[in-house]
């Protein structure tokens, strides 16, 4: 019985620190790199529940192929919902601005697609690689991608 006893101690002492951490979030850093819009679509999803639900921050740094949502010119694509209502993942995105989440496009990506701060969606900026590596390692903040 003790022998029990000091299991379910040890069990208790470790699982504690992670679910009152939880509560104690922030928020998290969202890395959306992938062109799919149904991949998009759900990290702006996650990020609207947590943004809006949850209450918590929501940093979204966009590289690579999903660097185009950040582009007002790029075509928006449409995802389907299971309701069979259509859904844009750039749309989400200006929503999720409107929410009060930040929106960021890595440094390399204007360069490498010949355009510069002028192509931005009015709000989303790029990035800073140090400040981008801050947030990402702060224990605050937990890092999905996507």
């Given at each position: 019985m003790k022998h029990l006893l000091t299991k379910v101690l040890v069990v208790a002492a470790l699982a504690a620190p992670s679910m009152l951490s939880a509560d104690e979030l922030k928020g998290i850093n969202v890395l959306i790199t992938s062109a799919d819009a149904q991949t998009q679509m759900m990290g702006m999803v996650l990020s609207s529940s947590i943004l809006n639900d949850q209450k918590k921050a929501v940093n979204i740094t966009l590289c690579g192929p999903a660097g185009a949502l950040?582009?007002?010119?790029?075509?928006?694509?449409?995802?389907k919902k299971p309701d069979g209502s259509i859904v844009k993942p750039k749309m989400a995105l200006q929503g999720l601005m409107k929410a009060g989440a930040v929106v960021q496009v890595c440094p390399l990506y204007l360069p490498n697609v010949g355009k510069d701060t002028n192509a931005l969606v009015e709000g989303i900026t790029v990035a800073k690689p140090?400040?981008?590596?801050?947030?990402?390692?702060?224990?605050?903040?937990?890092?999905?991608?996507?």
């Open positions: 950040a582009l007002k010119d790029s075509p928006a694509a449409d995802v140090p400040m981008v590596a801050k947030g990402l390692t702060d224990p605050n903040f937990n890092n999905i991608s996507f």
